[in-house]
């Protein structure tokens, strides 16, 4: 199959990492994760990713907690996974890097563009950790901003449902699933599928979305061939 896209970025959720448990890292989980990547690599496509956090922590659940704090604490829930994830991926024999938005040296560079770029151009995966760096920001918006930021041609991202649904598919068991939908209509309908402010940076620079289940084995390889398992978000 051959790839229509040369650069893309995956968003993984948290959740993703921690398999049906719903907390931690599932190493088996992240090992399959790991497989489509390298597959993904091997047609030739370069590959950033952007990891939520949400397997460690959830901060807008934090009730009374400040928001700014509970909102670092998730930044570095998203360095765990960026760390993981790096360890899974070079045992597989990919070249890695991680970059992020928070400074911790002896972790992971600093977010410079021009250097993540020069490593997608040397076949390395780049992982980007630590969201925008700022609170009040999700990882979504972080998926978004980075790939603008890099030129990827599509975002993938990579969830636990199967698509974009008119409602929740968990609690409405006669939800319909999109094939196709617009940001605009994401956002009049207040779809919680991705947060608001990344649907609309994406509408804003014109970049397609991908949505699909990422447990289903060669999803992400569909995606970039030009198949569709789940919806594609454009404007």
């Known amino acids: ?13 948290g959740e993703a990492m921690s398999g049906e448990s719903g907390f931690g890292i599932d190493r088996s989980m992240v090992d399959k994760i790991c497989d489509q990547i390298k597959n ?28 700014s704090t509970a909102d670092y604490m998730g ?13 899974a991926l070079e045992a597989k024999g990919v070249s890695t890097r991680v970059q992020l938005a928070i400074e911790i040296k002896q972790v992971g ?6 250097r993540a770029i020069r490593h997608l151009e040397k076949g390395r995966v780049v992982i980007f950790g630590g969201g925008t ?8 918006t972080a998926a978004v ?22 409602s929740d598919p968990d609690t409405n068991p006669n939800a319909q699933k999109f094939e196709a939908i617009s940001y605009s209509e ?15 940076l994406a509408r804003d620079n014109n970049i397609p979305m991908a949505i699909f289940e990422l447990s289903k084995e060669e999803n992400i390889v569909k995606v970039l ?5 789940g919806t594609i978000v454009s404007e």
Not at 76 to 87: E, F, I, P, Y
Not at 109 to 114: A, K, Q, T
Not at 225 to 229: A, D, I, Q
């Open 109 to 114: 560079e600093p977010f410079i563009l021009r």
């Open 186 to 200: 994401i956002l009049n309908r207040n779809l919680k599928v991705i947060d608001s402010t990344a649907a609309s």
């Open 145 to 166: 901003l980075r790939a603008t930021e890099i030129g990827a041609e599509m975002v993938l991202f990579g969830k636990t449902v199967d698509g974009v649904y008119d």
């Open 40 to 67: 993904v690599l091997d047609m030739g496509v370069q590959v950033a990713i952007v990891v939520g956090g949400g397997n460690f922590w959830r901060g807008r659940k934090a009730l009374d907690m400040e928001r």
């Open 1 to 13: 199959m051959e790839p229509k896209y040369k650069r893309v970025l995956l968003k993984l959720s």
């Open 225 to 229: 061939c030009g198949e569709n398992p």
């Open 133 to 140: 760096g700022n609170p009040y920001f999700t990882t979504d």
């Open 75 to 87: 930044m570095l829930a998203t360095t765990m996974n960026s760390m993981a994830l790096q360890d």
